[in-house]
């Protein structure tokens, strides 16, 4: 079964950073696209960032290009994402996800297994 657990979200103020992770189960998570995604109430969840299996390839949402930086560990089967001068219209719940390919892909309908989110709140 696989699990996908987030973790690091929180309170922060405008200009603050935090650090989520996600720790990876039940799959061969080194050989795994992985992306973050974000939803806020009555939105659709919307594309954040994304990497392939080995790390050398990453995109990201236009609207955090620059803040965020999304890493793995293959060796904790543990993804990251980074996430620094957070503006209050970052405010969402953050999943995690991952694919049953090696690639990166920006679509939420090309993922197979989701965590159930971390919430990210930012004060201005």
């Known amino acids: 079964q696989v699990q996908l657990e987030e973790s690091g979200g929180g309170l922060v103020q405008a200009g603050g950073s935090l650090r989520l992770s996600c720790a990876a189960s039940?799959?061969?998570?080194?050989?795994?696209?992985m992306g973050w995604f974000r939803q806020t109430p009555g939105k659709e969840r919307e594309f954040v960032s994304t990497?392939?299996?080995?790390?050398?390839?990453?995109f990201y949402a236009d609207i955090v290009k620059g803040r965020f930086t999304i890493s793995r560990d293959n060796a904790q089967n543990t993804l990251y994402l980074q996430m620094n001068n957070l503006k209050p219209e970052d405010t969402a719940v953050y999943y995690c996800?991952?694919?049953?390919?090696?690639?990166?892909?920006?679509?939420?309908?090309?993922?197979?297994?989701w965590g159930q989110g971390t919430q990210v709140i930012v004060s201005s």
């Open positions: 039940g799959l061969t998570f080194s050989k795994s696209g």
């Open positions: 990497i392939n299996w080995t790390g050398s390839s990453t």
């Open positions: 996800a991952a694919r049953d390919s090696k690639n990166a892909n920006i679509y939420p309908q090309n993922y197979d297994y």
